[in-house]
């Protein structure tokens, strides 16, 4: 009944930049947060960045300065913009949200099933 959707993944050379979106749809009552993970290759998946719904940000070290989290709480949207892409970005992205469903007392963790992004020349 909730959905998470991304889109904005593809093949870039290093120093471009991508956009992701992720939109969360069903029944939903309210999300305290959203973010991005992501897994690169033979390795396990990894914290990108986090929006909470007061706008607190939270980023990895590796991304800081590149990347740039938002959401828009009213369309129940979060974008990723990634900017100086490395060859070390490669990865699946994923997209997470907290989310109260109807009827439902706690907040429980929903995914997307992932976009890639591939860094190469």
């Known amino acids: 009944q909730v959905q998470l959707v991304e889109s904005g993944g593809g093949l870039v050379q290093p120093g471009g930049s991508l956009r992701l979106s992720c939109a969360a749809s069903?029944?939903?009552?309210?999300?305290?947060?959203m973010g991005w993970y992501r897994q690169p290759p033979g390795k396990e998946r990894e914290l990108v960045a986090t929006?909470?719904?007061?706008?607190?940000?939270n980023y990895a070290d590796s991304v800081k300065g590149r990347f740039t989290i938002s959401t828009n709480n009213a369309k129940n949207t979060v974008d990723l913009q990634m900017n100086s892409l490395k060859p070390e970005d490669t990865a699946v992205y994923y997209c997470?949200?907290?989310?109260?469903?109807?009827?439902?007392?706690?907040?429980?963790?929903?995914w997307g099933k992932g976009t890639l992004v591939l860094v190469t020349s």
């Open positions: 997470n949200a907290e989310i109260r469903r109807l009827y439902a007392g706690d907040f429980r963790d929903y």
């Open positions: 929006v909470t719904s007061g706008g607190s940000t």
């Open positions: 069903g029944s939903i009552v309210s999300i305290n947060a």
